[in-house]
């Protein structure tokens, strides 16, 4: 259970105590911040410093990650950002690893 306010035994019948609504956003705020996963793309450089691709975003968990290419057709589980790159950049398709 998500560590919030308990709020389980406020009286529903009368008006909300002060700030229990503010108190209970605040704290699924945090909690959100808490468990947000960290946001990574996959970028192919074309030529040697002169363009770049953006071929991949990702959604790094605590235990795995998730990839979605940008034109939103693949969907791709990996056990961590750095295996998604590795398995996706070749030598002749270079892939960086970026993070947001």
Known sequence: MIGFPDFSDTDRSGPPAPGSRAEFLAALQDMVTDRAPR???????IGQCQQAVLHYW???HPDRADLLGTGGS????????????????TRTHPLHLVWA
């Open 39 to 45: 946001v990574f793309a996959l970028c192919e450089e």
């Open 74 to 89: 693949i969907h791709l589980g990996f056990r961590d950002a750095a295996t998604a790159h590795h398995r996706l950049s």
């Open 58 to 60: 990702g959604l790094a």
